[in-house]
């Protein structure tokens, strides 16, 4: 996704990705709710990446991908644009305060850092065949190729003196569980390093522009106990910003580092800011942590706030099976969150093991006909006397009158696709004149206010952490996730070139499938 000079930001985000971003993009790269033309293009799958456009008859093609590839997951740094120099850390676990004269003798008797050439895989699954399930392939052959992306973790040499470091903090978007753990974990990380003045930025980006919204002041008395709630202890909120502004606001602050936790718009905004800083040569590391319940963000096993979404959610699909089951004719409809991306709906649909009915944006269905849902609908009441159908809030959006109307983040206003299949559900059964006893369930924001479970929790205290890490390490324009299982970071620029979406070929789609039973409802 090309994104339009830094100053030019003064728009909504509206990438067609999630509804968490605080700065916006160009109108050109809005993307609209048109079915037709969204499900004709190749869906993104959890490990891709772009691809250059190759000449598979070239004998040279792999070595000229494998070129490609290393320079897109180049990390950012401080080095590229000013002259700084390092100097040894003052993270260390074998001191209880930070080091302040280390000379490289506790760093040698201590094998906790990360070098700066360590590496993880992208991709761990050799696929044999482009027709495998969930392939992701180069090559027509599907050859392999090694794709490495930097490891995250405390470097020997770091890039600020932490007794001068001012650090800032801010949450924007949508509420997420986690937040107050990742704040947290943040400014705990940065005190062992030896940082001492530690802010919070209020209510997003807003906060670098309302006279109004001071900084808070942030410490581990501060922050101790802020996990034990849902929430945002600084504070979030959407809508556009000028960049050269909040670029201007962090140099009064005398601001250099900021951490940025947010969904795709926000990180499309923090790679702006980055990119101002470096224009203007600022000694300023931007990092993010990924947060958005509808862990649609690329290349990422998962984002923080996910876990804890599906698992509550699962308190409305139980409540709706037990309404459904103990009508008559009993059918319980669950909406929850996911503008274009399934993933909640998906994985809250597999744990439940009792949903009958998983729709999600990703995968077009019929109302009507043969092999319309209402007919599965009518088939669940005759053999089983009731169903349970769970949707997300961005499927079936065909079905629905299109709004031209935009959010404070400049994402399309949806239909409400739970109201419309509560109706048409009633007016089926009343027309062939089978009772049928509907129970609606919205639990939409109730499934991100809450404190983040044991999981999210653990992921974010190690994001957290990382984000510390990859500051003091002099990188910039970088944002902190889990690949394969392993803690990484990656340029802010290759997350943001598109959403994350379920991919319908995949294992875990089709597990969704055998779960819930459910035909092709084209």
Known sequence: MALASPVDYAGPISSGQNHLGCIGVPSSSRLGY??????????????????????????????????????????????????????????????????????????????????????????VIKFASPKSAGADCIDPDCSWIEQWVHRAGPRKKIYFEPQYVKAGIVTCGGLCPGLNDVIRQIVLTLEKYGVKNIVGIQHGFRGFFEDHLSEVPLSRHVVQNINLAGGSFLGVSRGGANISDIVDSIQARRLDMLFVLGGNGTHAGANAIHEECRKRKLQVSIVCVPKTIDNDILLMDKTFGFDTAVEEAQRAINSAYIEAHSAFHGIGLVKLMGRSSGFITMHASLSSGQVDICLIPEVPFTLDGPNGVLRHLEHLIETKGFALVCVAEGAGQEHLQKSNATDASGNMVLGDIGVHLQQQIKSHFKEIEVHSDIKYIDPTYMVRAVRANASDAILCTVLGQNAVHGAFAGFSGITTGVCNTHNVYLPISEVIKSTRFVDPNSRMWHRCLTSTGQPDFH
């Open 34 to 123: 048109d079915k037709k033309l969204r499900m004709s293009q190749l869906v993104v799958r959890a490990m891709s990446v772009d691809r250059p456009q190759l000449d598979f008859s070239n004998p040279d093609w792999k070595k000229q991908f494998q070129e490609d590839f290393d320079r897109r997951f180049s990390l950012p740094h401080l080095r590229d644009v000013i002259d700084v120099e390092p100097r040894p850390t003052t993270f260390s676990l074998k001191s209880r305060t930070p080091l302040d004269n280390v000379n490289g003798a506790m760093q040698e008797s201590w094998n906790g850092y990360v070098n700066d050439n360590d590496r993880a895989l992208l991709k």
